[in-house]
């Protein structure tokens, strides 16, 4: 640990006495927002751990690889929630957590990005390579279009309506395809040696690793623990089940994106800083979503791509606002401010659901 600064072993000890009080309170039987309370700290924390790891071993790479990386091992919280979700048998929660990490990161972590990085610049305009921002608009299409698909047959009653698990299987295994035929290349085509700031990595890989496993671990046990709590703590608080996943369980389990696009855009590492974000929505609509799917078979409850149409709808106009806002590889402050005003927008609607 010698490589860590003292600020950062400090955060570090925070994170262990938060992570430890979430556990105390989960089986020491404290009050319900407390227990609530300690395991969204203790996961936001956890993901910072991951956050950090990744990008001191993404130090070693260019941006396509560090920011795929960051986006794979951050979305490790999110997968957990859902698991234990479905497990528990809130089938509302997991499946809005998953639509409602899409939207917190298409939306509000995409927009203060872009609002951080175009006052960063000049001419307060953010630039970024355009590539990765088209391959993820039509990734989030054609999530959208098996959603909006069943969505349809079930609306008209169609013969097919009666068959939502397994039109949701195969459109899962055919999504699943295409992420992987996508994100090979991807990588592959990413040649740099080193990330965009073109400094070493200051921890030891050893040490990088080390962080990446406990706060691995440790996101596992929390997000048991979160779960657990999230039920009577809503009850308590009086927000609906679509406000805790679309909101509350999306921001704290993407707390990576949610902190690292944005500290990379005001350091004005534009290509990274959209990367990490890009790069968790198209993983998350292309791969998390139909593994959760597939994964789901395995339990009672299982997970599906039929939503209600509302939430059709708003993923459908998400789609095409990210790809109106950075297809043409720029975007100005406003269009972020616009992004997160979308999302504010769609969460007051999900508080009164």
């Not at 097919?160 to 039109?167: D, E, F, N, Y």
């Not at 899962?172 to 090979?184: G, N, P, R």
């Not at 791969?287 to 597939?294: M, R, Y």
């Not at 990210?322 to 402050?333: L, M, N, S």
Request: glycine share 8%; aromatic share 8%.
């Amino acid at each position: 640990m010698a490589a860590l600064t003292s600020r950062e072993r400090l955060v570090l000890a925070v994170i262990v006495v938060f992570t430890t009080l979430a556990g105390v309170a989960r089986y020491a039987g404290a009050k319900p927002l407390l227990a609530f309370a300690a395991a969204t700290v203790a996961l936001a924390g956890l993901a910072y751990v991951v956050s950090f790891a990744t990008e001191q071993v993404g130090e070693r790479f260019g941006p396509a690889v560090t920011g795929l990386l960051q986006s794979t091992l951050g979305n490790l919280p999110e997968l957990f929630v859902v698991i234990f979700a479905l497990r528990a048998g809130q089938t509302v929660v997991a499946q809005t957590s998953i639509i409602g990490s899409i939207f917190a990161n298409a939306l509000l972590v995409l927009g203060l990005v872009i609002i951080v990085g175009a006052r960063r610049s000049e001419d307060s305009c953010m630039r970024f390579g355009r590539r990765l921002a088209n391959d993820t608009a039509t990734l989030l299409l054609l999530c959208n279009f098996i959603i909006v698909l069943i969505g349809l047959s079930i609306a008209s009653s169609d013969p097919a309506s009666h068959h939502v698990k397994g039109i949701s299987t195969i459109g899962a295994i055919c999504l699943l395809a295409v992420y992987v035929a996508w994100v090979i290349p991807y990588v592959r085509s990413d040649r740099a040696a080193s990330g965009e700031a073109g400094h070493a990595p200051r921890v030891p890989l050893g040490v990088s690793i080390a962080l990446l496993a406990v706060a691995g671990v440790g996101s596992a046990f929390v997000s048991d623990w979160f779960i657990h709590a999230l039920e009577p703590a809503i009850d308590q608080i009086g927000v609906s089940e679509e406000f805790a996943g679309l909101v509350i369980v999306a921001i704290a389990g993407n707390a990576v994106e949610n902190a690292t696009g944005i500290v990379l855009a005001a350091k004005g590492q534009s290509d990274l800083a959209i990367s990490v974000v890009k790069n968790s929505v198209a993983q998350i609509a292309a791969f998390l979503f139909p593994v959760l799917v597939l994964i789901s078979l395995t339990f009672s409850h299982t997970l599906t791509f039929s939503l209600a149409p509302v939430y059709i709808g708003a993923l459908a106009l998400t789609a095409i606002a990210v790809w109106q806002t950075t297809g043409d590889g720029e975007a100005a402050e406003f269009e972020g401010w616009a992004l997160v005003a979308t999302y504010v927008i769609l969460a007051a609607l999900t508080l009164y659901e």
